[in-house]
């Protein structure tokens, strides 16, 4: 959820939440062996200065009093407890795992697997757990062929606020089950256990507005200093502006069963290109935004939806879309009464996406099974005539989906790297 003033990460315009006690108290049975001073050196960095860590941890509130009769709060365990973090809260861990599919099923048909488990303390679980994000995050091939270039499935700052802000917001006095990261085929969903803080509902957080309601000051305060935080309240509308970007949908909130879970799906907000269109566009010779909306918009785009799609301003969409026309690859249309036109790709060019969208996915059925294509396979696949094949066989070696070989009746066709594309 982003970094508070100071200590907070959700606020509501002006209103402000009561802080949970449980991260400032002290614990009595606790004492500053107790916490790993070298990791809070690592992990704080230059944030604390000298002092073996303990500058640090009074800076940030973490422990109190003098030595040797120093105080430690919860907050501090939590973060830097020694000597098996889980002492001091058992559910502080991070849990990291796949899902085959899209729900969880359980039993003799069960499809959930462990990818990695980050034990506490914090500040060693918090690293960890992203590492095995990171890790586990595949690339798209549906943002690829959008965005021209390799794309992860979920934008790194994303899944990276994800997770800290579960790690730094869940509730720790209540709930002692560890947060969860769980890989689906179409998302990835970070639960963190106990609801949100009073006074915050889910439409506040997917409202523009930041939010600041802080159940554990002290944790935000050290995750700031740490880097892994900015705690100015926009943590999760930076967020939703990453996936945004992305082309991806709008990150989902939910609370439910006693936990807080955001999920982050892979599928782009603009549908994918067509069976071997993305090959046709990337011959055309023009930039990557003109490649971009002819391939999230085959069907017709506006001025609004080429700036939307490549967040260019209206000048450098009419000159992209001029060009488009220009070459005789797109052509304007008024509907009805609208003075603002739609472009829609030219004849030849729109005859020719709906051939490939026909012909290239029996083209690939074919070539799984056999190493070449015959004329006669051809007729047979697609139910066509002689002649009929000849042609559409020559427009797809033009096209760069197939190459001949082979002379007489051993004539045969075999694939391009642009059939798979």
């Not at 559910?91 to 959930?112: D, E, S």
């Not at 506490?120 to 959008?146: I, N, W």
């Not at 869940?170 to 179409?186: G, M, Q």
């Not at 002689?386 to 070696?397: D, F, K, M, N, P």
Request: net charge positive; proline share 5%.
């Amino acid at each position: 959820m982003g970094r508070g003033r100071d200590t907070s990460i959700l606020s509501i315009g002006e209103k402000k939440m009561s802080d949970s006690d449980y991260g400032r108290s002290i614990r009595s049975d606790a004492r500053i062996d107790d916490l790993d001073l070298e990791l809070v050196e690592s992990f704080l960095g230059d944030s604390g200065a000298s002092g073996g860590g303990i500058e640090s941890l009074l800076r940030l509130g973490l422990i109190r009093g003098q030595a040797p009769d120093w105080r430690i709060t919860n907050a501090a365990l939590l973060l830097f407890g020694g000597a098996g973090g889980r002492r001091w809260h058992s559910g502080a861990g991070i849990r990291v795992m796949r899902v085959a599919g899209t729900a969880r099923v359980f039993g003799q048909r069960r499809n959930v697997s462990s990818i990695g488990h980050a034990n506490p303390p914090l500040a060693r679980a918090v690293e960890k757990s992203l590492q095995l994000c990171m890790d586990r995050c595949g690339r798209s091939e549906a943002l690829r062929d959008l965005l021209l270039k390799d794309m992860p499935e979920y934008p790194a700052f994303a899944l990276r606020e994800a997770v800290v802000n579960a790690v730094a917001h869940r509730n720790y006095e209540r709930a002692k089950s560890e947060t969860e990261v769980v890989f689906y085929d179409d998302r990835v969903e970070v639960t963190s256990p106990g609801l949100l803080v009073e006074g915050v509902t889910v439409a506040d957080l997917s409202s523009d507005e930041p939010v600041h309601a802080s159940r554990n000051p002290l944790l935000v305060r050290a995750l700031a200093a740490a880097g892994y935080m900015r705690g100015d309240g926009t943590g999760l509308a930076r967020l939703a502006g990453a996936m945004k970007e992305s082309l991806l949908k709008a990150p989902r909130f939910s609370a439910r069963m006693g936990s807080f879970a955001i999920a982050l799906h892979n599928e782009p907000v603009v549908a994918t290109a067509g069976p071997g269109w993305r090959h046709v566009v990337g011959r055309l010779g023009i930039e990557s935004d003109q490649k971009r909306v002819l391939l999230s918009r085959p069907d017709g785009f506006t001025q609004q939806d080429y700036r939307q799609l490549n967040g260019v301003t209206p000048e450098v969409a009419s000159r992209g879309i001029r060009d488009l026309v220009d070459r005789d690859i797109a052509t304007p249309q008024l509907i009805g009464d609208d003075p603002v036109p739609v472009y829609y790709l030219t004849e030849e060019l729109d005859s020719t996406r709906w051939f490939l969208e026909d012909r290239v996915p029996g083209l690939l059925r074919h070539f799984r099974a056999h190493s070449r294509l015959r004329s006669t396979d051809y007729r047979e696949i697609f139910e066509v005539n002689y002649a009929v094949a000849r042609r559409e066989l020559g427009h797809l070696v033009e096209l760069g989906f197939l190459r001949g070989g082979g002379r007489g009746r051993a004539a045969h066709y075999l694939p391009t790297p642009g059939l798979r594309k």
